[in-house]
Structures are given as C-alpha cells and as structure tokens.
T-cell receptor
Framework: DAMVIQNPRYQVTQFGKPVTLSCSQT?????MYWYQQKSSQAPKLLFH???????NEADTPDNFQSRRPNTSFCFLDIRSPGLGDAAMYLC?????????????FGPGTRLTVL | AQSVTQPDIHITVSEGASLELRCNYS??????LFWYVQSPGQGLQLLLK??????LVQGIKGFEAEFKRSQSSFNLRKPSVHWSDAAEYFC??????????????FGKGTKLSVKP
C-alpha cells in the first residue's frame, strides 16, 4: 500500500543534542510537509517542500531545518533541541495541481527532550 | 487571515447516540474544508472534504458534514456513535500557496469520548 512512513516512532534526545527525524513516502507526491503538534493542540505547519523548493513558515524557529534529497525522503533536523521542542512531529504529503488537495499523514514521531 | 474555530474542546456521548462536532471558519474566498481524525499516538486520517458542489458531504466510517456558507460552518455528524470513534477530531481549512500548492490551517481539535 502507498503510504507515508516516519522513523523513528519515538525519539529521546538530550537538551541541546542535535536530532534528525525521517519521513519517506511511496505516493510520489510533489509536496512534503512537516508539522509540530504539542499535547492537546492543533498541528502547526513548520515548513514544506514543493519538489526541491523549500518554503519556511514565518514563525518557524531557526533551530528547525529540513532537507529533501529526493522525491521520496524528507528530513527534519533540530539543531539544538530545547525542552519546549518536545512534541509529536507529523510528516504529510500531497499532490500539487493548482488547487488544495488532501494531505496524507504519517503516524508521527514523538520527541522527548531530557 | 484564515482561521478555524472548534468551540468544543471535549465532548462525551453514549454509544449509539448521535454526534455533532462544530467547526467555524474564516476565509475570504470559497473554502476548501476538511475533517481529520486522530487516534491516540497516531497520525491524522482524512474523514471527508468539501471543495464545491453538494453541501452535504459523505465520508468514511459513517460520518457526514454539511457546509453552510451563511454560517461559515462545516459541522461533522454521525447518526450513531461507536466506541471505536473515540478520538480527536480536527477541522481544517485549506488555502492556495504559490498558485500550485495547498496548505492547511487546523482548528484546535475536539476530543470525543464514548460512554458504554
């Protein structure tokens, strides 16, 4: 089945220690998104890629970076995690066809910062 | 600016009872509207979407939603709730970004508990 996969499902890191979260997709979608979701809150868009074009949300901290080496993979790098970065990180994909399309979500990575 | 309001943070219904989850949006043009469901520790799954046409939209798992432009609402309904429907429900409005892509703005979610 075509899907969005996130690894790992659970990640524990130490305060200030860089961490990378991974997302892959078999849907061959142009657009890949990263969301941050804190407990009992709505998912908040951090940034997205349209093919290789990177689009950062205005209020996304510089501490968060992303890479998309090819269509299938996208990475979220947190350079110096703080306690406030503990959250669920969701990856999503969609097609780009001149309109707003459904986004397909992965299961998420739960990040704990000690 | 676009926004989504889900006025109910937490709703409890009895199994077999009907359900309505409220969603109000703010958007200048014709909205693209979505309902997603999230089970604990999981990603989001699309229940249904409205882009245009018939204002009553059918989705998966027996859910439906009605778009009411005059009320800026897109409420989710189910005639008979099952225990497995216990989850968090997010309403979202989509908007065009850069002419070819779409982004979503989510409401804060409504947590549904189901009593046996």
């Amino acid at each position: 089945d075509a899907m969005v996969i996130q690894n790992p499902r659970y990640q524990v890191t130490q305060f200030g220690k860089p961490v990378t979260l991974s997302c892959s997709q078999t849907l061959n979608h142009n657009v890949m998104y990263w969301y941050q979701q804190k407990s009992s809150q709505a998912p908040k868009l951090l940034f997205h890629y349209y093919d290789k074009d990177f689009n950062n949300e205005a209020d996304t901290p510089d501490n968060f970076q992303s890479r998309r080496p090819n269509t299938s993979f996208c990475f979220l790098d947190i350079r110096s995690p703080g306690l406030g970065d503990a959250a669920m990180y969701l990856c999503a994909t969609s097609t780009a066809s001149g309109t707003v399309n459904e986004q397909f979500f992965g299961p998420g990575t739960r990040l704990t910062v000690l | 600016a676009q926004s989504v309001t889900q006025p109910d943070i937490h709703i409890t219904v009895s199994e077999g009872a009907s359900l309505e989850l409220r969603c109000n949006y703010s958007y200048g043009a014709t909205p693209y509207l979505f309902w997603y469901v999230q089970s604990p520790g999981q990603g989001l799954q699309l229940l249904l979407k409205y882009f245009s046409g018939d204002t009553l939209v059918q989705g998966i798992k027996g859910f439906e939603a009605e778009f009411k432009r005059s009320q800026s609402s897109f409420n989710l309904r189910k005639p008979s709730v099952h225990w497995s429907d216990a989850a968090e429900y997010f309403c979202a409005v989509g908007y065009n970004y850069g002419g070819s892509q779409g982004n979503l703005i989510f409401g804060k979610g409504t947590k549904l508990s189901v009593k046996p």
